[in-house]
């Protein structure tokens, strides 16, 4: 099969979301199959600092005749700030990375027992062991699994009054934890032969003006591709500014839902806007990369 994707901006590529190898509620065959259901031409799964659903992906993407690239997104502390890197058509199998989404990864169970204790001090009881249940992969425990653990509770009506309310920083419920650099989380993407995305930008509402251009002019510096333009958590303006970003820094511009679950996610995989046509897309920069 033929595909020319490369500059098209108006292909619909959904290249950010989760499986139950980390925070979403849908096994890698079913995320396979729903975003060819909803049209999705280019797939990438991403889930937080893992890569073991990778191989499940790309052999349900394979029989759908799914176009589709290898991914994670990496968890990473800057500025005091939790930064999202997605790392886009790597070899999953790269020991330099896989060592390195190991290390992200080992602090999250020691944090979530934290939590658990500092939700117990709220009055929320057995939370740990609660979003335990919700965890599809033990290594990968999130504040996600607690949200869902606190909804089923009745302590709040959905995961986003949990986070409003509990799992956000000065909140009974947060914990703030140290993950990778910057600098490792670009490397360890590059030396498994991806490419480095900034992911969401529109989220990081605690970075100053100041610290999101070193941010940017850091990645840059060390060699970092792209930016996500169009994803699930981005206004119309936000969308705007980070074109314009994209264009200013001399990045490539990408898109993706970050779909966690049908209940849970506002937007569903391939079920985004369009890039824009100022922007150069970074699936053009990838057609070595996808599988078929
Ligand atoms: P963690 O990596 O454990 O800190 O969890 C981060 C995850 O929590 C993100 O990837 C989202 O899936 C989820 N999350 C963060 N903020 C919110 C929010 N305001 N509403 C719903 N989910 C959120
Ligand atoms: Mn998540
Ligand atoms: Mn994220
Ligand atoms: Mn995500």
């Known amino acids: 099969m033929a595909h020319s994707f490369s500059l098209d901006i108006t292909l619909n590529a959904d290249l950010h979301c989760h499986s139950t190898i980390s925070d979403g ?15 999705v031409q280019l797939w990438a799964l991403t889930d937080h600092d893992e890569v ?13 005749g799914l176009p589709f690239l290898a ?13 999202h890197i997605v790392g886009m058509g790597m070899d999953p199998r790269n020991q330099t990375l896989v060592d390195g989404l190991k290390k992200i990864r080992s602090g999250r169970l020691q944090r979530a027992q934290e939590m658990g204790e500092s939700l117990a001090k709220a009055g929320i009881q057995g939370a740990f062991e609660g979003a335990l249940q919700y965890v ?49 989380a670009v490397a360890w993407i590059h030396g498994a032969g991806g490419m480095a995305i900034i992911a969401h930008p ?29 994803t699930g958590s981005h206004t119309p303006v936000d969308a705007q500014k980070y074109a314009q970003v994209a264009k200013d820094f001399h990045l490539l511009a990408s898109r993706g839902s970050d779909f966690h679950s049908p209940e849970e996610s506002r937007i569903d995989l391939g079920a985004l806007p369009l890039l824009g046509s100022t922007v150069e897309p970074v699936w053009a920069h990838l057609a070595d990369r996808i599988l078929y």
């Open 25 to 39: 509620t849908l096994t890698p065959e079913e995320l396979a199959q729903r975003a060819q259901a909803n049209g």
């Open 52 to 64: 073991s659903g990778i191989e499940r992906a790309a052999v349900a993407a394979h029989g759908l």
């Open 202 to 230: 529109g989220r990081y509402k605690r970075l100053r003006a100041s610290e999101e251009h070193a941010l940017f002019t850091e990645f840059c510096a060390l060699g970092g591709q792209g930016v996500e333009v169009i």
């Open 136 to 184: 599809g992969n033990r290594d990968l425990i999130s504040r996600t699994h607690f949200a869902r653990f606190l909804v089923e509770k009745g302590v709040c009506k959905d995961t986003g009054e949990v986070f409003r309310k509990y799992l956000t920083e000065g909140k009974p419920g947060y914990v703030a934890h140290e993950w990778a650099t910057l600098e490792e």
């Open 71 to 83: 991914g994670a997104e990496l968890s990473v502390s800057f500025a005091k700030e939790t930064v």
